[in-house]
T-cell receptor, first 115, second 116 residues
Framework: GAGVSQSPSNKVTEKGKDVELRCDPISGHTALYWYRQSLGQGLEFLIY????????KSGLPSDRFSAERTGGSVSTLTIQRTQQEDSAVYLC?????????????FGEGSWLTVV | AQTVTQSQPEMSVQEAETVTLSCTYDTSESDYYLFWYKQPPSRQMILVIRQEAYKQQNATENRFSVNFQKAAKSFSLKISDSQLGDAAMYFC?????????????FGKGTKLTVNP
């Protein structure tokens, strides 16, 4: 696609429910990232994919968080048994694998509210 | 671990004036990349400018330029001839040049207001 696409744009869920957030990266981009941005805060790294594998998942805050990527393209971030502190904007980004200085392009994010 | 600090939570500037946003970082590495991203209310992060640490020359992109001081670990952003459309959150970010560490490390951001 033309840009990084994320869905849903906004999600309100009840505490304890599971949620899935989807990211469709720019076509041909092999690297994919998930970040979390809480209100008034910077971006917190969650996980990085290169192709379908995740060499760096050090930012996942707990075992309630998981992510997968299939076919080297679409990625899903799953949060199980959501808590109120999970409320944040979840941003996905992608980049081509042409060097570490290459530009990382971001989507518009999925705004998750846990009530 | 690398850290990025933006000491100015908020800044304001008059339209057509110049403003400088500060950023400092902490790293033991010698090779890395630095970035400034802009986040308007639409939430989408947009790359403003990029600097390779091995380059001594400061990067410029039209009205945007940086003052990169490697020894001081400082990376400030200067916006000249500020426009109303420049109003946004600005984030400074660091990325290691070492393979395997692909992530960007962000500061907490500076909210820029442009007054007409």
């Amino acid at each position: 696609g033309a840009g990084v696409s994320q869905s849903p744009s906004n999600k309100v869920t009840e505490k304890g429910k599971d949620v899935e957030l989807r990211c469709d990266p720019i076509s041909g981009h092999t690297a994919l990232y998930w970040y979390r941005q809480s209100l008034g805060q910077g971006l917190e790294f969650l996980i990085y994919f290169q192709g379908n594998s995740a060499p760096d998942k050090s930012g996942l805050p707990s075992d309630r968080f998981s992510a997968e990527r299939t076919g080297g393209s679409v990625s899903t971030l799953t949060i199980q048994r959501t808590q109120q502190e999970d409320s944040a904007v979840y941003l996905c980004a992608s980049s081509s694998r042409t060097g570490l200085g290459n530009t990382i392009y971001f989507g518009e994010g999925s705004w998750l509210t846990v009530v | 671990a690398q850290t990025v600090t933006q000491s100015q939570p908020e800044m304001s500037v008059q339209e057509a004036e110049t403003v400088t946003l500060s950023c400092t970082y902490d790293t033991s590495e010698s090779d890395y990349y630095l970035f400034w991203y802009k986040q308007p209310p639409s939430r989408q992060m947009i790359l403003v400018i990029r600097q390779e640490a091995y380059k001594q020359q400061n990067a410029t992109e039209n009205r945007f330029s940086v003052n990169f001081q490697k020894a001081a670990k400082s990376f400030s952003l200067k916006i000249s001839d500020s426009q109303l459309g420049d109003a946004a959150m600005y984030f400074c970010a660091y990325r290691s040049a070492r393979g395997g560490s692909e992530k960007l490390v962000f500061g907490k951001g500076t909210k820029l207001t442009v007054n007409p």
